[in-house]
């Protein structure tokens, strides 16, 4: 199915900003640059390089208005690697550049950097840590961070350095996608995919036990209200196709999280002997009905028989795996171009929401 680009454009000229989250609290958002210093990169060859992340807080707020940021920090630089990770669709990178182009013009409910007042800084939220797709990013599913924040949690999420489809640090570096360096004359085997893999969702989940040691830290020794409001005795994670995979493998190792929510999560990296040992904590997923690689729920299904009772899984007809993130919502055209699948948008979101909201509020509320 293809489209000219003429025809794309006319579709366009006008993407919808995010809808209103339903909580009672408005919400501020900050963008930091963090490094790992007990850590190498292991995405680069200089023996010295530590990991970098770039991660981005969604906190509640309590102002009568605020000042909408947008969606996407330098658009001009990421409308192109957005566009390449549309890879399974019959529509050229290019198309998809122009589709998207007018992305730069969405505005969240977010207020970039807002203040937090004394009567929030005396309370303290629930952390939910958000892990994004292979190629993804990590303002990817803000429609569900803003719907949580506004319900009374903090959120982080991430950028995973070169796992990201761009990653733009604050002195203009950048780190691009490299998680799928593959040589494709060469046939690879599932040895071969799981001695890939298995490292990068390792990287992934010690990039989340990073973000909650370094907030531990800054909670003893900065001035920053926002450290204060965040409560590291309630702890959740959730995330989308290779960031529930990563979510489920950091809940494992990471004593300090309690419960998982993945969202279509990719649960074939997942490293057999936590499927065979299970997971003795909350989780659930939730999920198109079929995925192409029949692994992906063979081993979910495993997981869940071995885990006592604690996971549970939720499929939803008539979706396909973009409907999992903020995609579907700007534009009906993707359904024409079969990003999104047949359930209509709105119920989708309505539907995510509920489940999250559901889940969270159960668990750490």
């Given at each position: 199915m293809l489209y000219s680009c003429s025809f794309i454009s006319r579709k366009v000229i006008?993407?919808?900003?995010?809808?209103?989250?339903?909580?009672?609290?408005?919400?501020?958002?900050?963008?930091?640059?963090?490094?790992?210093?007990?850590?190498?990169?292991d995405f680069t060859d200089d023996l010295l390089d530590k990991r970098k992340i770039v991660v981005q807080i969604w906190y509640p707020i309590d102002a009568e208005n605020i000042q909408r940021s947008k969606y996407l920090d330098n658009p001009e630089k990421r409308i192109e690697p957005i566009a390449k990770q549309f890879g399974e669709i019959n529509v050229s990178?290019?198309?998809?550049?122009?589709?998207?182009?007018?992305?730069?013009?969405?505005?969240?409910?977010?207020?970039?950097?807002?203040?937090?007042?004394?009567?929030?800084?005396?309370?303290?939220?629930?952390?939910?840590l958000f892990s994004h797709g292979l190629g993804g990013m990590r303002m990817q599913n803000t429609i569900q961070i803003e719907e949580l924040v506004s319900q009374g949690y903090v959120v982080i999420a991430p950028d995973h350095a070169y796992d990201a489809n761009i990653t733009i640090f604050n002195n203009n570096q950048i780190a691009e996608f490299k998680a799928d360096d593959y040589d494709d004359s060469i046939e690879y085997t599932i040895e071969d995919f799981y001695s890939y893999r298995i490292p990068q969702i390792n990287t992934r989940a010690l990039d989340l036990s990073f973000i909650i040691n370094k907030i531990q830290n800054l909670k003893l020794t900065s001035d920053e209200k926002i450290w204060g409001i965040i409560n590291l005795d309630k702890i959740g994670v959730f995330g989308h196709s290779f960031g529930g995979g990563t979510g489920l493998v950091s809940m494992y190792h990471n004593d300090n999280i309690d419960v998982c929510l993945a969202l279509d999560g990719w649960i074939k990296p997942i490293p057999n002997h936590i499927i065979k040992s299970g997971i003795q904590k909350p989780f659930l997923y939730i999920g198109q009905v079929e995925w192409k690689d029949s692994l992906n729920y063979y081993k979910l299904d495993q997981l869940i028989d071995n885990s006592n009772f604690n996971g549970s899984k939720i499929l939803l007809p008539g979706t396909k795996h973009f409907d999992y993130t903020d995609t579907p919502y700007f534009h009906n055209i993707v359904k024409k171009i079969g990003v999104s699948g047949s359930m209509p948008t709105n119920t989708v979101i309505d539907t995510l929401n509920y489940y999250l909201s559901l889940f969270f509020n159960k668990h750490l509320k």
């Open positions: 006008k993407l919808k900003d995010l809808p209103s989250p339903s909580g009672q609290y408005k919400i501020g958002t900050r963008i930091y640059n963090w490094t790992d210093e007990s850590r190498t990169e990178p290019k198309l998809i550049s122009t589709l998207i182009s007018n992305i730069k013009y969405i505005k969240t409910n977010a207020e970039l950097n807002a203040d937090i007042s004394s009567a929030i800084s005396i309370k303290k939220y629930p952390l939910l």
